[in-house]
């Protein structure tokens, strides 16, 4: 089996190394002549997949190249290109169309082209669909066409492409047939489901109810902020109850390329249907409003020990969205490293998985001269790395606003 993947981004690459590792010969194809350079030299720039696994694949069962012309003898063909949004937050699928472009130009019969981007429900029939087939060949027939939703979690390893199950919805039966045949190779289970628009709709469904939890525990403990109640002894004890209750915490917000955009698609696409996606809505106002309350929060702090923000030291530790990764997509420690910076304060940060954010112009900081310099230290992404004892002992301040310090009693300590 020949697998063509266009994008080697966080999905396509761990894609192409799966498929690798199957035993299946993989053509990885990408715009970017850094990426596929760095692959082509055995670097890996996704986290998830280190070098030393991409390496020996290379040249051996994956060739990288520029060149959509590989693709024509490929059996299956994988779209994993962004699906950002554009001004106002509506969808663009600019990438998705133009990678779909390239592909009909060298597309042949026999063929299953699949959609992995995540997007809203009638792209892969109304958008990839005219374009493939201005190649002259006809979906269905000439050619197989399905959407398969991508569920990789960037950082996780208890849940793999192999141990997570695929979702496939095709045109007709038989190009649901050929998907489930393609992604068994690397999946212990595919679920094929009736439609393309089934298995596109199940990803937003997804994303939204993460998304709509999330806004819900963050409301809540700008409640219990205020009414001086302890919200993660609260999650605690309502997690104890074993059914009913599933775990979301509150944080700084939300960050990552799927959740504060994917849930937008659909409210893009439900306006068609003169329906106002109201949870979509609210969660991304909510969680929108989560940095601000933040640096509300450090503000009081600071306030309490007799501080401005203005000229305060504040050293944010943790730059990336989430824990145990480096990626600082729509993350929200910059919308709170922006705050605080329209407040006069000097902001530093430390991140042992950024060592830079050129966006604010700072490198990352050493943590022990740091946290003995600055005025408070706010905890934005709960990287296991680093030592929070220590740093309540040493920092004069601290704010945490993912409650990794759950357990530490100290007049200098304040939880979100
Ligand atoms: N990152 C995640 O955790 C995640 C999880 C699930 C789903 N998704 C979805 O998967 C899709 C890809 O996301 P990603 O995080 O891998 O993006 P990414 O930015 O990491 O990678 C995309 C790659 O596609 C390349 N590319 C863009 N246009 C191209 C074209 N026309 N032809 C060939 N290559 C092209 C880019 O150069 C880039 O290397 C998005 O729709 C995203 O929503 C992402």
Redesign the pocket.
Known sequence: MKVGI????????PLAVAFGEAGADVVG????HR?VDGIARGESS?EDVPSERLAPLVGERIEVT?D?ARLADCDAVII????PLAHRREPDLA??E??GR?LAAVLRKGQLVVL????YPGTTRDRLLPILEESGLRAGDDFHLAFS??????GRTDHTIRTTPKLVGGLTAACVDRAVELYSAICDEVIPLTSPEAAELA?LVENIFRSVNIAMVNELAMLADRMGIDIWEVIDAAATKPFGFMRFEPGPGMG???LP??PFYLAFKAREYDFPTEFIELAGKINQHQPHFCVDKVVRALNNVGKPARDSRVLLLGVAYKAGVG?LRESPALRIAELLRELGADVAYHDPHVADVPQLGLRSAELGEELAACDVACVVTAHPEVDYERVVAEAPLVVDFRGVTRGIEAQNLVRL
Do not use: F, M
């Not at 194809?29 to 970017?32: C, R």
């Not at 994993?80 to 699906?83: A, I, L």
């Not at 992995?116 to 997007?119: D, G, N, V």
């Open positions: 266009i994008g080697l981004g966080y999905v396509g690459l194809l990408d715009v970017d990426v996704v520029t959509h994993c290109v962004p699906t990438y998705v133009s990678a390239s992995e981007s995540t997007t939703p991508e569920r990789i979690d960037p990803k990552g390329h799927c955009i994917d990626d």
